[in-house]
C-alpha cells in the first residue's frame, strides 16, 4: 500500500547557518593594549614560572660537587687563621714521655698550607733513646705533623753523636728532618763535633749512620787527640758529595789544619 505525503508550498527566504546576533546587542569594543598585555601575562605566567623553576633545579643538580670529589680550593690565604704569643707547645708520645718542646715569641699558623712559623723558635726533642736534641733560630718553618723544620737565620743544632761525644750545627739556614733524624743545608755551615771543627758551603748529615757528607769548598780543624777518629766519623764519604775533599788527618792526601 503506498502512501502519499503532501506538503504545502513554502515561500522562498534567505537562509543564515549559525546562531543569530542577539536582537540589540551592541559590537564587542576592542580592549586597550596594557589591558590585553595584562590578560595575557595572568594566562602566560604561571607556565614562565613553572619553566624558570624547572631550568633552576636543572642547574642546581648540575653544579652541586658531588661527595666522592674534593671541594676546588681557592688561592693560599696570605694571613693566619690563629697567631700566638710567647707561647709553649708540647708533645708527648703514647706512654706519656716529652718528645717535643716547642716554644718562642710568635707563632702563626696558616691552614691552607698547614704550616707553622715561629718567631725567635726553641725547640728541645727528645728521641725514643733519651737523646737531647736542642734546636734554636731567629724564624723556624714547619709543616702540621712536624716532621720537618725549617731554621733560618742564626740555626744552631746541639746534639749528641753516636759515641755519645757532642755535636754542634751552625749556619744561616738548617733543614731538620725528625721522622728520619737528617739535617741538610745548601747555604754555609759549621759542624763542631769532639773538639774539631769542619766549615763548608753544604753538608747533608744522617743522624742513625753518623754519617756527614760535606759539600762545595771545605776547612777542616782538627785537634791531634782525635784527628783520626773524627776523620774517619765524618769525611769517609765525602768524596761523593758534590766533589768536596775528604777531611782527614795530617799526612794523608787531604791535609787539615792544625790545632788551635
Not at 709553649?88 to 718528645?99: A, I, M, P, Q, T
Not at 717535643?100 to 698550607?113: C, P
Not at 723556624?140 to 761525644?165: C, F, H, K, W, Y
Amino acid at each position: 500500500m503506498a502512501l502519499e505525503l503532501h506538503l504545502p508550498d513554502l515561500t522562498e527566504g534567505p537562509v543564515a547557518l549559525g546562531p543569530m546576533p542577539a536582537r540589540g546587542a551592541a559590537p564587542r569594543a576592542v580592549l586597550p593594549w596594557h589591558q590585553r598585555l595584562r590578560e595575557l601575562l595572568s594566562t602566560y605566567l604561571p607556565v614562565v614560572l613553572m619553566m624558570l623553576l624547572a631550568l633552576g633545579t636543572w642547574w642546581l643538580v648540575k653544579n652541586t660537587p658531588r661527595a666522592d670529589e674534593p671541594a676546588e680550593r681557592g688561592p693560599p690565604r696570605e694571613e693566619p687563621d690563629y697567631t700566638m704569643r710567647n707561647f709553649v707547645v708540647e708533645r708527648f708520645d703514647k706512654d706519656g714521655r716529652l718528645k717535643v718542646r716547642l716554644e718562642g715569641d710568635t707563632l702563626r699558623h696558616y691552614a691552607d698550607r698547614d704550616l707553622i712559623e715561629v718567631d725567635r723558635a726553641r725547640v728541645r726533642a727528645v728521641s725514643a733513646e733519651g737523646r737531647v736534641t736542642l734546636a734554636s733560630a731567629r724564624r723556624a718553618v714547619a709543616n702540621g705533623d712536624g716532621s720537618e723544620m725549617q731554621l733560618i737565620g742564626d740555626a744552631r743544632v746541639d746534639s749528641t753523636g753516636p759515641r755519645g761525644e757532642p755535636v754542634q750545627f751552625s749556619g744561616e739556614f738548617l733543614h731538620v728532618f725528625v721522622n728520619t733524624e737528617r739535617l741538610r743545608s745548601h747555604l754555609p755551615v759549621r759542624v763542631t763535633r769532639d773538639g774539631s771543627e769542619f766549615r763548608a758551603d753544604g753538608m747533608d748529615y744522617d743522624h742513625l749512620s753518623g754519617m756527614l757528607k760535606l759539600q762545595g769548598r771545605m776547612r777542616a780543624l782538627l785537634l791531634p787527640s782525635n784527628a783520626n777518629s773524627s776523620a774517619k766519623a765524618m769525611g769517609a764519604r765525602n768524596g761523593t758529595a758534590a766533589g768536596a775533599p775528604a777531611a782527614s788527618a795530617p799526612g794523608t792526601n787531604a791535609p787539615a789544619q792544625g790545632a788551635r
